[in-house]
């Protein structure tokens, strides 16, 4: 009906980009064991409330089944399960990639590791606790060295799926603690480990990439539905008001409520003019039924 609403919309993630030019890969980052990390103020960001745990699971395979064809990229660290889970035929490309979480280990001893280009600080060699935050990010830096190598993979019609749960922070806050040194460097670090990982991935696949980094302290439990009986406890309009109030209308409802006014008006409008045709009408000039059944039609 052409109603707007009066608020604007501040929040600079709705933005609409070329209609031919889709983005070809998706990487999302979960960092678990802190609210927020210093990236840089160009992106786009909003909080997000009541983090539950959740898996890409379906969209993995969603995407294996519409592009069975191709070679699509569909990563997903799990470091609960301390290990990387690699699916399609872009597997024997990332063969070099660590699996377990001992091999991720061993990768830092190795030439090309992250421990010879990071300012560690306060982080050490021989904590475990440090060994695990160091270990993700040598997967990150393995994840855009091997597309680098295999730019072909990056270039293809089926779109790639990154998905990345990292829990060195939370580890080293419930070690240390978030005042310690250690955590401090670790955020540091991982904030511009991050932007490069980003930037590097936008560029590999010609800045048609979404790169997401979702920041959560920790996670809630999921809200589980049970059943019982509508017998036991009396049901109220508002659940959260101990006095049965309805809930509060919100901007909407002056939109709704005239919608469904000036309808209701038009179509009763609408009925009056046709009942008051219908009772005005003379069946002899106005109906062909009674007209045809006139005594008096001219034969010619």
Sequence with gaps: MGFSIQEDLLWPGLQAGPL????????????????????????????????????????????HSLFSEYTPVVLQLAPSEERLYMLGKANAVFEDLPVTLQQIRARLSQDGSVLTSLPLNSLSRNSEADLLFLSEVQVLHDITALLQRHRHLAKDFSPDLYSLELSGLEELSRLYG?????????????ASVLQKFGEDMYRLYGNRAVVEVVTVKTFEAPLTRKSRSILES???????SPYNLAYKYNFHYAVIFNIVLWLMIALALAVIAIAYNLWNMDPGYDSIIYRMTNQKIRLD
């Excluded at 983005?23 to 009541?50: C, F, H, I, K, M």
């Excluded at 978030?178 to 991982?190: C, E, M, N, V, W």
């Excluded at 009396?234 to 959260?240: E, L, T």
């Design 20 to 63: 031919f030019q889709r983005p070809r890969a998706n990487v999302l980052v979960v960092v678990r064991g802190v609210d927020s990390l210093a990236l840089p103020q160009t992106v786009a960001s909003y909080p997000l409330e009541n983090p539950v745990p959740f898996t890409l699971d379906s969209v993995a395979e969603t995407v």
């Design 178 to 190: 978030k005042d310690s040194p250690q955590y401090r460097d670790a955020t540091s670090i991982l």
């Design 234 to 240: 009396k049901q109220i309009s508002n659940p959260g």
